[in-house]
């Protein structure tokens, strides 16, 4: 087919600076995915401008080409045995296209010029036709470009029998423990992501033109031990991970996940029944952040704001939480689960400050919801994979530390619970109610941290419980590396966290008096 659409080398300019400066991380970045998603296929700039000018000749908005590359790899062990393992390759192209609030999706696994045209051909149909001649400006350089994490494949950073004696050192490292230890089952996972988005967005007679990559190592080791004392048997659970090699998971690391899971499930196997009724709750530091992330977190992404779903729709400006209560997602920390050096838009990532001193300043943004509410784009456009769609999402969600020393938080709590640590939950964004089991949990009495509890639950309203806020630490920590935050049937990972804090007036469901 033939248009009158002709856009410039942008995308071309770029590649040609990466011969006057090769040491560019964004440059590196580029490189890597035009080698795995573009030479193979017979793709190169000059084609993906002829898929973004097909879906042009209608009047669409904004259209991206997203293409994706994945390598993973996980092995599991039970019982000194390895149980199983998986090798996977997916790779794709999803291509959008947005006309007002309308947008417009495709997407192939077959990654060719004949599969882009069609897509493009199919998702421009949403906007009318006769989208007329248009020129396109200058292109967003990625020159300077952060890189948060190496741009290194885990999955062949380890040999495969070095990944099992992975496990079996922390499977011995569990068992020497206690020797209450019964059962241990451990699993390690590494993934090699690469992505590259073309974008164009129009612009009045004019359209701004973007190429952005990334190489996105990902690796993870969780060790779950079940105790038996009596006839009764407890499990604790503990990992980590990061954007990293496999290396990462050294000696000294090892042995603190192989503690802490076998000390989660002792202090299990010694709790009694968890009181109930309204009372002083006191959170402990970094993973108990899941309860920020899930209860507040969810509610200030901008999709659930711009159509008025969300508690906090039309508070911006507005007190909604103690004062000294500051809420920050944060997608650029080093080797963080969460951290992007771009989104899935080609959008930097930022440090976006949600909640400051207590008010509301601003929501989470991808370019669909920032553009229909007219505000900045945030850098949160996140989606699964090349099949789905971006939506904003969160990436390190946690609040900012306080002044307070968490033994005086302890100390200043006649009669309550402490919550270490939190296994699953269920939330409504339109209200903010939320129930979530505790994993970990003991008794405050007189002060002082005393018996563990089992069976209990907190149940409350998110921004109710951020101004019931009372006193806030000074040990602000985030998790080890272990969330995966669920929308719309899509799964990204994520990193939460906090300090300690003592929260005043919530409901403890128990099994106990």
């Known amino acids: 087919?033939?248009?009158?659409?002709?856009?410039?080398?942008?995308?071309?300019?770029?590649?040609?600076?990466?011969?006057?400066?090769?040491?560019?991380?964004?440059?590196?970045?580029?490189?890597?995915?035009?080698?795995?998603?573009?030479?193979?296929?017979?793709?190169?700039?000059?084609?993906?401008?002829?898929?973004?000018?097909?879906?042009?000749?209608?009047?669409?908005?904004?259209?991206?080409?997203?293409?994706?590359?994945?390598?993973s790899e996980s092995f599991s062990l039970e019982e000194g045995i390895v149980k199983s393992g998986s090798f996977d390759i997916e790779q794709g192209v999803g291509v959008r296209a947005v006309a007002g609030?309308?947008?417009?999706?495709?997407?192939?696994?077959?990654?060719?010029?004949?599969?882009?045209?069609?897509?493009?051909?199919?998702?421009?149909?949403?906007?009318?036709?006769?989208?007329?001649?248009?020129?396109?400006?200058?292109?967003?350089?990625?020159?300077?470009?952060?890189?948060?994490?190496?741009?290194?494949d885990p999955v062949s950073s380890l040999e495969a029998a070095q990944k099992i004696a992975l496990l079996e050192r922390i499977e011995q490292l569990a068992r020497a423990r206690d020797p209450r230890v019964k059962q241990v089952m451990a699993s390690v996972g590494a993934e090699y992501d690469v992505m590259l988005v073309a974008r164009s967005e129009r612009k009045g007679r004019s359209f701004a033109d973007q190429l952005a990559a990334d190489v996105r190592p990902l690796v993870r080791l969780s060790l779950t031990v079940i105790v038996e004392e009596g006839g009764r048997r407890e499990q604790g659970f503990w990992g980590g991970?990061?954007?990293?090699?496999?290396?990462?998971?050294?000696?000294?690391?090892?042995?603190?996940?192989?503690?802490k899971a076998v000390?989660?499930?002792?202090?299990?196997?010694?709790?009694?029944?968890?009181?109930?009724?309204?009372?002083?709750?006191?959170?402990?530091?970094?993973w108990p952040g899941i309860l920020l992330h899930e209860a507040v977190g969810h509610g200030l992404e901008g999709d659930f704001n711009r159509k008025g779903s969300s508690a906090f729709s039309g508070k911006v400006g507005q007190r909604v939480a103690a004062r000294g209560v500051t809420v920050?997602?944060?997608g650029t920390l080093p080797d963080r689960r969460g951290s992007l050096n771009v989104d899935d838009e080609g959008n930097a990532t930022s440090r976006t400050v949600l909640i400051e001193d207590g008010v509301l300043k601003g929501y989470l943004q991808d370019s669909l919801n920032a553009r229909l509410m007219k505000v900045p784009v945030t850098g949160n456009g996140r989606r699964e994979s090349f099949a789905a769609l971006p939506l904003?999402?969160?990436?390190?969600?946690?609040?900012?530390?306080?002044?307070?020393?968490?033994?005086e938080i302890v100390r200043s709590v006649k009669k309550g619970i402490y919550a270490s640590n939190f296994g699953g939950g269920q939330v409504d964004i339109t209200n903010g109610k939320f129930v979530f089991s505790m994993a970990e949990a003991y008794l405050i009495e007189d002060g002082r941290i005393t018996a563990p509890i089992k069976g209990a639950t907190l149940i409350g309203n998110g921004p109710d419980a951020l101004t019931r806020v009372s006193m806030i630490g000074?040990?602000?920590?985030?998790?080890?590396?272990?969330?995966?935050?669920?929308?719309?049937?899509?799964?990204?990972?994520?990193?939460?966290?906090?300090?300690?804090?003592?929260?005043?007036?919530?409901?403890?469901?128990?099994?106990?008096?």
């Open 1 to 71: 087919p033939t248009s009158d659409f002709r856009l410039p080398s942008s995308v071309s300019s770029l590649l040609d600076a990466a011969f006057m400066n090769l040491d560019d991380p964004a440059i590196d970045r580029l490189a890597t995915a035009r080698r795995l998603l573009l030479e193979p296929y017979g793709l190169d700039e000059a084609k993906l401008q002829r898929a973004l000018g097909t879906i042009f000749e209608h009047k669409a908005d904004f259209a991206d080409l997203y293409f994706q590359y994945t390598r």
């Open 101 to 152: 609030d309308k947008t417009a999706f495709s997407y192939s696994d077959d990654i060719s010029e004949a599969a882009l045209l069609e897509a493009a051909r199919a998702v421009r149909s949403i906007a009318a036709a006769g989208g007329g001649r248009a020129r396109v400006g200058s292109a967003l350089s990625q020159r300077g470009a952060r890189a948060l994490y190496p741009a290194v």
């Open 241 to 259: 991970g990061g954007r990293l090699p496999l290396s990462y998971f050294d000696e000294a690391l090892l042995r603190e996940y192989a503690g």
């Open 263 to 286: 000390d989660v499930a002792l202090a299990n196997l010694a709790a009694r029944p968890a009181p109930a009724g309204v009372m002083t709750v006191v959170l402990g530091p970094g």
């Open 328 to 330: 920050v997602d944060d």
């Open 392 to 407: 904003p999402r969160m990436t390190n969600t946690y609040m900012v530390g306080g002044a307070h020393d968490p033994q």
């Open 474 to 513: 000074n040990d602000m920590a985030l998790d080890a590396g272990i969330g995966t935050c669920g929308k719309d049937g899509q799964s990204v990972p994520v990193c939460v966290g906090q300090p300690t804090l003592r929260i005043e007036g919530l409901t403890v469901g128990g099994t106990g008096g």
